[in-house]
């Protein structure tokens, strides 16, 4: 049983920085996507970005070139460095992760299988 805890979040300016983090217990699988969602309030719930076993990674368009999602193996942490926030990225931002079972990582949200419990980011203007 794979269990997340984020950690990280917090209120900041506009053009503020911070950095999510996302301890993993119980991480057996070999291959697997880990992703970080964000559902802000009357929206659904997005994929911001993800990373697999295979350090691959993706981003929707609106955070390229300002976050970046990684990983520290020997931790089994995952972390999300968010730089130049904007208002629009307020939101509560969740760590998923499931086992990679194709060349894809999945974009839904019921495509992962265990998720934390989110952490809140608040970006004022």
């Known amino acids: 049983q794979v269990q997340l805890v984020e950690s990280g979040g917090g209120s900041v300016q506009a053009g503020g920085s911070l950095r999510l983090s996302c301890a993993a217990s119980?991480?057996?699988?070999?291959?697997?996507?880990m992703g970080w969602f964000r559902q802000a309030p009357g929206k659904v719930r997005e994929r911001v970005a993800r990373i697999a076993s295979d350090g691959t990674t993706e981003y929707i368009d609106s955070v390229k070139g300002r976050f970046t999602i990684s990983q520290d193996n020997a931790k089994n942490t995952f972390y999300l460095v968010m730089n130049s926030l904007k208002p629009e990225d307020t939101a509560m931002y969740y760590c998923a992760l499931t086992e990679r079972s194709s060349a894809f990582c999945p974009l839904s949200v019921a495509g992962y299988r265990y998720w934390g419990q989110g952490t809140q980011v608040t970006v004022s203007s």
């Open positions: 119980g991480l057996t699988y070999r291959n697997y996507c």
